[in-house]
Each structure stands twice: as C-alpha cells, then as structure tokens.
C-alpha cells in the first residue's frame, strides 16, 4: 500500500512540475515574444528573463537584432539608358513583434515578402539616375532614398528598414567591353592630339631657335666685318705713317715679309735674275741694300 501511495505521490509530483514548467518560459537578450491562445496573440515579452503563461498557451520568439536581407542581382536601365547589373542587400529589424506576427508569421514569410519590396525600390529609384550619379558621391542619397520608401511599404509589418546597402553597381559583361573599346580610342584620340600639339610645338620652337641662330649669325659676321675692316683701316693708317718716317726701312720690310712668304720652307728654289728687284737686297750687287743706281 505504501508502495503504491509512493508511486501515485512521484507520478503527481511530475505531473505538477510538468505543468509549472509549462507555466513558464524565458526570453534571451536577443530575442522577444509573444504569446498565443487558441492561435490568437494575448501577450507579448520584449524584457529577459523569466516570464508565466497558462500550460494551453504558446510562446513564439523573434529576432531583437538586425537581420540581412540579400536580393537577388537586378538589372536596371538607367535613366541614359544603359543596363546595370544591381547587387544590393538590406538591414532590418522587427520592432513590433506582435504586428510581424499578426502580418508576416514568421522570418521566411518576411524575407519572401520583403525581397520584391527592395527589387521594385532598387529599379524605381536606380532607374531614374543616369548610371555616373549611381557610382558618384550621391550614391549615399540615394541608398537614403531606397531605405525611407521600403519603410514606407512594409509600415504595418512591425518592422523597419535600418539600411540599404549596394555591394556592386556594374554594367554587363558585353557593355563593359564595348565602353572599355570605346574609351581607349578616345585615349588613344587624345593622346594623338597632344602628340600632334607637342610635334607643332616642337617645330615652332625649333624654328624660332633657328631664326634666332641665323640673326645671331648675322649680326656676328656684320659685327667681326666691321671690327675686320677697322683693323684694315687701322693697320694701313700705321703702315703709311711707318713709310712716311722711313721709306727705306719700310721697303726693308715689306720685302722681308715677301721673303717670307714666297720662301716658306727649307727646301724652296725659286729661279730669279740676279738683277730682280725682288733679290735687291741680297748680296753685293748695284742694287744690294738699296744702293746704286
């Protein structure tokens, strides 16, 4: 009898632990609840720690911190009409977990829906720039301007849009090529022009140097011609007053200076008459040293 009163009073106890353990339930840090009766929402618990409920009732958690929404890659016109390929994802929080619930029921419903959302936004906003601004310093603006109107879109989900981000903004492979072709013919262009504008310069500069040589050239030529024929003058002036003090001197020396010149070596032979005025004042002759008649 014992026994059995034994084993009645463990199997109650049990059971009443099993029923205070589902009387409560706790929530981490990172997460907040609510909590359903007869699948309607009665409560919700966004503070840790321990909290109670009724055994027929049930707890749903969600996320307190940021969660990541990537979308797929998007191709988008931009308002030039070139096509981008789009690589952007989001930031997101749930803010109202009994609204996400009531809303999206869970975070794969809430993914599901919210990726057309940032699609459309991507294409809408994207679509009406022309594709520099989006690789510009607005770029920023315009990640704002995706970000305030999901938020706008998905108000009555309990959530809200923290950021959008855009990994890669990239024309397709084939456009890419295409403006890399074009834009090396542009360099290649330019660099022609300034080859161009360099040769024209070069050649301008050569001929400037040129004429600049060629009056420099005159001018020294003028210059040494006029020094040339003052020395001239100069040295006729000095030869005629050396011929006025002396004649006969001055006939000495010039004919010493025609010696020299006619004779200019040690093996010279020059066939003269011993009369020749030119040998005058060699030997001893009539006419030597400028004597006789």
Same mark, same amino acid.
């Given at each position: ?14 059971? =009443? ?6 009387? =409560?339930?706790?929530?981490? /840090?990172?997460?907040?609840? @609510?909590? @359903?009766?007869?699948? *309607?929402?009665?409560? *919700? $618990? ?32 931009? /308002?030039?009409?070139?096509?981008? !390929? ?7 929080? #749930? ?14 419903? $809430? ?10 936004? #991507? &294409? ?8 520099? =601004?989006?690789?510009? *310093? ?22 809200? #849009? ?29 660099? %022609?022009?300034? &080859? ?6 070069? /050649? &301008? @500069? ?31 002036? #000095? ?18 200076? *025609?010696?020299?010149? %006619?004779? +200019? ?8 008459? +011993?009369?020749?005025?030119? !040998? ?14």
């Amino acid at each position: 009898m014992s026994r059995v009163f034994a084993v009645s009073f463990l199997v109650g106890l049990l059971v =009443v632990l099993a029923v205070v353990l589902s009387c =409560v339930y706790t929530v981490d /840090q990172t997460q907040q609840a @609510i909590v @359903i009766q007869f699948g *309607a929402p009665v409560g *919700a $618990a966004d503070t840790p720690g321990l909290h109670f409920k009724t055994p027929w009732q049930q707890v749903y958690f969600f996320e307190k911190r940021l969660l990541n929404l990537d979308a797929r890659s998007e191709e988008v016109i931009a /308002q030039d009409k070139k096509r981008v !390929l789009v690589d952007a994802f989001a930031r997101w929080r #749930i803010v109202n977990a009994l609204l996400f619930y009531q809303s999206l029921y869970d975070q794969d419903t $809430a993914e599901t829906r919210l990726e057309p959302i940032l699609s459309s936004n #991507i &294409r809408r906003v994207l679509g009406s720039q022309n594709f520099g =601004v989006m690789l510009s *310093a607005r770029r920023s603006a315009l990640m704002r301007e995706i970000r305030n109107n999901m938020n706008q879109d998905v108000k009555g989900f309990g959530i809200v #849009i923290v950021d959008v981000r855009i990994r890669r903004a990239d024309l397709p492979l084939e456009n890419s090529q295409a403006i890399y072709a074009r834009m090396r013919k542009e360099r290649q262009r330019e660099a %022609a022009e300034f &080859r161009a504008e360099g040769d024209e310069t070069a /050649q &301008r @500069i050569r001929a400037r140097a040129e004429r600049e040589v060629t009056v420099i050239k005159a001018e020294a030529t003028r210059e040494a011609s006029v020094l040339r024929g003052e020395g001239e003058a100069e040295k006729t002036r #000095i030869l005629a007053a050396a011929y006025g003090q002396d004649p006969n001197f001055f006939a000495f020396y010039r004919s010493m200076q *025609a010696y020299q010149e %006619a004779l +200019p070596g040690d093996n010279t032979t020059v066939i003269l008459s +011993p009369k020749s005025d030119f !040998l005058k004042y060699f030997g001893d002759g009539p006419n030597a040293g400028g004597k006789g008649k």
